[in-house]
């Protein structure tokens, strides 16, 4: 070091310094690297995300690595220091040194370098792996010895080095993803992301049209009426059955029966001879579940049926679509059934209406933990069928009923822009 002039040492002193900005940086560029976005790059073939993600295979050898690199420029770089001070200034000289070395590295070589890095992962960690891959080979045994007496450290703590398996995302963790996602993911697709998660959560029952309101064809109803009723539904599928739902036949696929009636008379006996055997699906099926079982099954068309056989009601790949991307119509009035918005800023609502769906597209704040439907959550909090013309107050709503049949609410008043706050009463 004698031969070494004092301006040689100072140039060595800031190579240094910046190879340890450079150690400090790329250790928090690579740690912090996205880890779905690295396999992303990788599998497009970008050759820095290849040499870091094989680099993240084993983070405790190049966690070993960098900190050797780091240390012994760190180490190097005070032995230098301490070298010029004694040269300027003798021995008092060697504090000020160290002190002003800690205050350069602590500025340039650590809270500089690590902050750029975590701001900008990728413009340090894929140029780093170029230098770590063939530095970690030239210096493998040195890495391997000290990770070596690290690990059997960590081992007696319970700790493995192997233990790196845990990168994948829980639902809520892939929930958060997608809503924080911002203008990378459009609002409607984060929408149809976001119910594709919710579809476990929700069941065929949620969102089936009841049996009572089921649209179908009765073969012992006249030819002449069944046709008409053919040639009018707004429907591709219908269930057809023989005095009653309980009775059921099949499904008839209005194609085929338009087919039929094209090539001469339509007769019952043809109906049934062109009917489909009808698909059943358990109650408490999973919406997410149901999707795959209608793809794997080809159809399009459920009917609901609870423990004891009886029918429950009907769903359709439709609806189940629906859950994902959607109302298919964009009035708001007309995507829920049963729904008609008055002029005075009231609703009149059918006991049938779904409360998810009036939740989902109108905003009410209603629980939808509980009963299916307007007529369920009345019938649950009153505890009895009311009769018309009573006013209560659910959940902060003002509602009256206006028509009680068949011991069920057949349609209410609600007055959503009058919500209170406070708990339910009955007026």
């Known amino acids: 070091m004698n031969d070494i002039s004092t301006s040689a040492l100072f140039a060595i002193l800031a190579l240094l310094i910046m190879l340890s ?13 996205n880890r779905y976005r690295l396999k992303h790059l990788t599998k497009i073939g970008h050759a820095g ?36 001070a004694l040269r300027l200034g003798g021995e008092a000289a060697i504090a000020m040194a160290a002190g002003l070395l800690t205050l350069v590295i602590l500025i340039f070589a650590e809270v500089a370098p690590k902050t750029l890095a975590a701001l900008h992962p990728e413009r340090l960690a894929f140029p780093a ?100 009723q053919l040639q009018g539904s707004p429907y591709t599928r219908l269930p057809v059955f023989n005095g009653g739902i309980d009775n059921l036949v099949g499904i008839i696929n209005l194609r085929k029966a338009m087919y039929a009636l094209t090539q001469g008379s339509l007769t019952t006996d ?8 009808p698909y059943f699906i358990p109650e408490g099926t999973p919406l997410n579940r149901q999707l795959l079982n209608f793809q794997r099954e080809t159809q399009r068309l459920g009917l609901i049926v609870d423990e004891y056989g ?26 829920v059934q049963d729904v008609q918005p008055q002029q005075d800023g009231s609703f009149l609502v059918a006991g049938s209406a779904n409360v998810k769906e009036l939740v989902r597209t109108f905003h009410w704040q209603l629980p939808t933990d509980g009963p299916r439907t307007i007529n369920g959550l009345i019938i649950e909090y009153m505890e009895t069928i009311p009769e ?26 609600i007055q959503p822009g009058m919500r209170r706050s406070g708990a339910d009463t009955t007026l």
């Open 388 to 413: 018309p013309g009573t006013s209560l107050l659910l959940k902060g709503y003002p509602v009256e009923i206006l028509q009680t049949q068949d011991n069920a609410v057949k349609l209410i008043s």
């Open 49 to 84: 995300a290849i040499k870091a993600a094989k680099l993240l295979q084993r983070p405790d050898r190049l966690i070993g690595l960098i900190l050797l690199g780091n240390n012994f420029v760190n180490i190097l770089a005070s032995s230098i220091a301490t070298i010029i």
């Open 270 to 277: 043809i109906i049934r001879e062109i009917t489909d055997l």
């Open 21 to 33: 900005a450079f150690f400090s940086g790329s250790e928090t560029a690579l740690m912090t690297l």
């Open 310 to 335: 009886d029918l429950l009601g009907l769903v359709t790949l439709a609806d189940l679509l629906e859950e994902i991307v959607g109302e298919f119509t964009t009035d708001p009035a007309d995507s």
């Open 129 to 228: 792996s170029f230098v770590y891959s063939p530095l970690l080979r030239l210096l493998y045994p040195l890495v391997w010895l000290v990770n070596g007496i690290a690990n059997a450290l960590l081992k007696q703590l319970g700790v493995s080095p192997d233990d790196n398996n845990n990168q994948y995302l829980s639902q809520e963790e892939l929930r958060t993803v997608v809503m924080e996602a911002g203008a990378l993911i459009p609002k409607r697709h984060q929408r149809m992301l976001l119910s594709i998660l919710d579809l476990e959560k929700t069941e065929v029952e949620d969102i089936m049209i009841p049996r009572n309101e089921v649209d179908g064809i009765d073969l012992e109803e006249p030819i002449d009426e069944i046709i008409k």
